[in-house]
Every structure is written in structure tokens, then in C-alpha cells.
């Protein structure tokens, strides 16, 4: 029998749960909770009615159900001292920190793709802040998201000023081992936006040229903007540092849509993948019942 079944096992039978936590209140390890086969990571928000309280009490549920990571794409906008806590905290279940958003969104103007300087110096010096934020919190990864298309410009005239952009912000992640997650959007939910296909992300990704520059593919995104996920996933993946998981329609945990999210996790598995998997989704049914049911889909979902 595996180890990790063994324990299982063995606890269930002692009448232990098998949280995060013992009854003594210290936490597991990793090889003694009922993980995943795949890196999960939970938001705040995502088990409230499981774990009322704060944030602080859902990392302890989070870690107690068997989720490795936490991602928070408002991380950078709470305090020192609640960054430091979550960290704290984090460390204590030996949980991984995912993305955070690392500079401000422009939805509607083409900050990076237009090339103006004022806007470049703006996200580089976000950058630096983000930095620290990283350091804070235990994060390698953090999410860029370049902005809106420039009408006023050919679309090879925007890579270039894009590329730019983000070649000067390698050489500030670089010496701190840090990397940026390029997101490419959907054209539904965010119209208009410069990067959108998983192509277009490994052109901008292999251009940049820098461990510190790398995609983030948003299963929910690419089946709205492409589909064909399988194949993109592979024709891309070296250029791949992180994942995030959405159900379509609806934006809701796997099994809710129609993505078959056991075949893809199955095969993101097989190449290798072990790093983590943001659920960048809302829950579909509200409740401690919403929560259990976001669970137990993961489970269904992870069962390869």
C-alpha cells in the first residue's frame, strides 16, 4: 500500500480527521494530508460560510480539506502587517503562494501596447512595489495583464512597444528569481484587450527571452477566445509557468461546464506540471453546500 493511502487509512480508522490540523492543532505535512494529485489553489472568499472568521481561518480550512496553495490577486492591496500574517500563516501549513495582481489594469487604454513613456514608468515602478509584495508573502509568480489595444497603431507596432515594456520589467524581476504570468483574456468578458490567444502569449514570451516572462493560461479564457485546449497547452508549454481553472459557461468549479477538466488536468499532469492551479472561479451553488460541492468536484475532477 502507498504511504500516503496508508495514513489515510490509518487515521480514518483512529477516528482523526483528515484536516490540515490535528487535534493538538499542529499541521500536517504534506505527505501526511489527503492531497491532490494536482496543486490546487484556493481564494479568500471561496470557503467563507466553511471557515467565517477572516482569512486566516479559511487558510486553515483550505489546508484541512488538502489544497497546497492559496492564490490572491488583492494581495498587494492589503496591509503589510495582514500580508505578513497570511504568510505566517501559509508557512505554518506549509501552503505555496500563487499569483498576485502585480500593477494596475487598464481595461479600456492601451497603456503598455501604445508605447507612451509616463504609462511604461508607471507599470515598472508598480513592478518594484510588486517585488516586495513577493518577498512579503512567499510568491514566485505574479499576473501582468498588458492592457487595452492602441486603434491608433498596427498591431507589430504594439507587440514591439509590449515586448519593451516587459524586457525592462525581466530586468528588475530577474535578480530576485521572480516571474511575471502574461494572461491572455477572452474577447467576451474583456473586449478589447491586446493579448488574448495562447500564440499570441508564446510569441510575446519567446521574444522577451527571460525565465522571469512566462505565460499564465487561463483554461476559462482560452475555451472562450480558441477552445482546442489540449493542443494549445502543448504547443505552448514551455512558455507555461502557471494555470488557472474556470469552468464555461459560468465561470464556476469543474464539472459545471463544458470543459472536461479530468481529461485536462489528467494531461497537464502526465507532461508534469506540479506547480500550482489558481481556481479563478466563483462557486455555483451559494453556502457551506456551494463549498462542498466546489470540493467535491475537484475530487471527481482529480480522480485520474
Not at 113 to 118: P, V
Request: hydrophobic content about 40%; charged content about 25%; proline content about 4%.
Amino acid at each position: 500500500m502507498e504511504r500516503r493511502k496508508f495514513l489515510r487509512n490509518g487515521l480514518i480508522g483512529a477516528g482523526i480527521s483528515l484536516g490540515g490540523v490535528s487535534a493538538l492543532g499542529s499541521p500536517f505535512s504534506r505527505e501526511e494530508r489527503a492531497d491532490f494529485q494536482l496543486n490546487y489553489a484556493p481564494h479568500f472568499g471561496m470557503f467563507k460560510n466553511s471557515a467565517p472568521g477572516g482569512q486566516l481561518n479559511e487558510l486553515d480550512f483550505m489546508a484541512e480539506k488538502g489544497f497546497r496553495s492559496m492564490e490572491d490577486n488583492g494581495m498587494k492591496g492589503r496591509t503589510v502587517e495582514m500580508q505578513k500574517q497570511i504568510a505566517s500563516k501559509m508557512e505554518k501549513h506549509d501552503m505555496t503562494m500563487g499569483v498576485f495582481v502585480a500593477h494596475t489594469i487598464f481595461w479600456k487604454e492601451p497603456n503598455l501596447a501604445s508605447g507612451k513613456q509616463d504609462w511604461r514608468d508607471q507599470f515598472l515602478k508598480e513592478i518594484r512595489e510588486s517585488v516586495k509584495v513577493a518577498k512579503r508573502v512567499n510568491a514566485k509568480w505574479m499576473t501582468v495583464v498588458p492592457g487595452h489595444v492602441d486603434l491608433r497603431k498596427d498591431m507589430g507596432y504594439q507587440t514591439a512597444n509590449v515586448i519593451e515594456s516587459l524586457k525592462r520589467a525581466t530586468d528588475i524581476l530577474e535578480p530576485h528569481g521572480l516571474t511575471m504570468v502574461l494572461e491572455p483574456l477572452n474577447f467576451r468578458d474583456h473586449p478589447g484587450l491586446f493579448l488574448t490567444k495562447a500564440a499570441q502569449a508564446y510569441e510575446v514570451c519567446k521574444a522577451v527571452d527571460s525565465p522571469s516572462c512566462k505565460i499564465l493560461f487561463d483554461i476559462y479564457h482560452q475555451q472562450i477566445q480558441e477552445g482546442n485546449l489540449i493542443p494549445n497547452i502543448d504547443l505552448c508549454w514551455d512558455e507555461i509557468a502557471y494555470f488557472q481553472i474556470g469552468d464555461n459557461p459560468g465561470r464556476k468549479e469543474p464539472t459545471t461546464g463544458e470543459i472536461n477538466y479530468l481529461n485536462v488536468f489528467k494531461h497537464i499532469h502526465s507532461k508534469g506540471y506540479r506547480d500550482v492551479m489558481g481556481m479563478e472561479h466563483g462557486n455555483s451553488k451559494a453556502g457551506v453546500a456551494g463549498e462542498e460541492a466546489v470540493i467535491a468536484a475537484y475530487r471527481r475532477s482529480d480522480a485520474f
